[in-house]
Nanobody
């Protein structure tokens, strides 16, 4: 069992930065690949980034490459999403998830656990 709690969302102007955090409980955290997804009102949940259990492999959706960076600290049971050069189109609820299937970590049904989400609002 893994419980996830996101934090760090908020209101920021376009061009600004935010760092999202995801705190995980459970002794098996280091065995899971972790991912970040987002969901805007009226839209489907959208893949943002994922990282393998040991941090050696990362995937990013094209629209965040060069702007967002995923990282993790297995000693602290934490996952982070550093978001730079934010755009109004990045406004959404951001969720972190845990999956044992890194190869399909771009696909939200592959995830075993989800956090409750944190709201990010980017103003123009």
């Amino acid at each position: 069992q893994v419980q996830l709690v996101e934090s760090g969302g908020g209101l920021v102007q376009a061009g600004g930065s935010l760092r999202l955090s995801c705190a995980a409980s459970g002794r098996t955290f280091s065995t899971y690949a972790m991912g970040w997804f987002r969901q805007a009102p009226g839209k489907e949940r959208q893949f943002v980034a994922s990282m393998s259990s040991n941090g050696g492999t990362t995937y990013y959706e094209d629209f965040v490459k060069g702007r967002f960076t995923i990282s993790r600290d297995n000693a602290k049971n934490m996952v982070y999403l550093q978001m730079n050069s934010l755009e109004p189109e990045d406004t959404a609820v951001y969720y972190c998830g845990a999956t044992l299937r890194m190869s399909s970590s771009w696909n939200w049904p592959s995830y075993d656990y989800w956090g409750q989400g944190t709201q990010v609002n980017v103003t123009s």
